[in-house]
């Protein structure tokens, strides 16, 4: 079951709510710190305690400044396990996961497909969206598959250029019309 509060998404096992410096620790040690976690990402390990309390800092402002964008917790533990977010695209109605990232001890035990069903509940009932997209580097198995475990549609693959990197990655995208299977309407 997924709960809607204010500032709070709650699943069975996860809670995704925004981050507070205090979590620095947590993300350190589950996320940032493992290059297996950075793999289809785009950023680099982070190698001291240090780092991710700065870290922590420009995620605090980059949360601020992007109202769908959250961190993932485990509820029974507390600890940051990973982040996600949503992300408006030129149509309206028309939402894209903006990442499902876990640290890698958390995954395989079924906590991205809810935190994917999590971001669909809250664009359908919050946002009043009408459909989602989700795309992930065709390199990427892992996110593939979750999208086809989530229902989703395959819809084309392209090369998407990233000014950041300078360089461009296949990417596969994906669409699901909201309500999803499985969702109240």
């Known amino acids: 079951m997924i709960r809607i ?3 709070r998404i709650e699943t069975d096992y ?12 947590s993300m350190y040690e589950n996320v940032w710190r493992h290059e297996e976690t950075a793999r289809y990402l785009f950023w680099q390990p982070t ?16 949360q601020q400044e992007h109202s769908w964008a959250w961190t993932v917790f ?4 507390g600890e940051a396990i990973g982040h996600t977010g ?3 695209t030129a149509e309206d109605g028309v939402f894209q996961e903006q990442g499902v990232v876990l640290g890698v001890k958390f995954t395989g035990k079924g906590y991205g497909r809810e935190i994917v069903q999590a971001l669909l509940e809250y ?12 795309s992930c580097r065709v390199d ?10 989530c229902g989703f549609s395959w819809l084309e693959q392209k090369d998407v250029f990233f000014e950041k ?11 699901i019309d909201l309500p999803a299977p499985g969702m109240q309407a």
Do not use: C, Q
């Not at 485990?74 to 533990?77: E, P, R, V």
């Not at 664009?123 to 989700?134: C, D, E, I, K, S």
């Open 5 to 7: 509060e204010p500032g």
């Open 86 to 88: 949503i992300g408006s």
């Open 165 to 175: 990197y300078g360089r461009s990655f296949p990417e596969n995208f994906y669409g």
């Open 74 to 77: 485990d509820k029974a533990t």
């Open 140 to 149: 990427n198995l892992p996110s593939n598959k979750l999208a086809a475990a």
């Open 14 to 25: 996860l809670v995704i709510r925004k981050a507070v410096l205090d979590d620095w620790p």
């Open 123 to 134: 664009t359908y009932r919050v946002l009043h969206g009408r459909r989602f997209l989700y």
């Open 47 to 62: 190698a001291t305690a240090r780092e991710a309390e700065e870290r922590m800092k420009r995620t605090l402002v980059f």
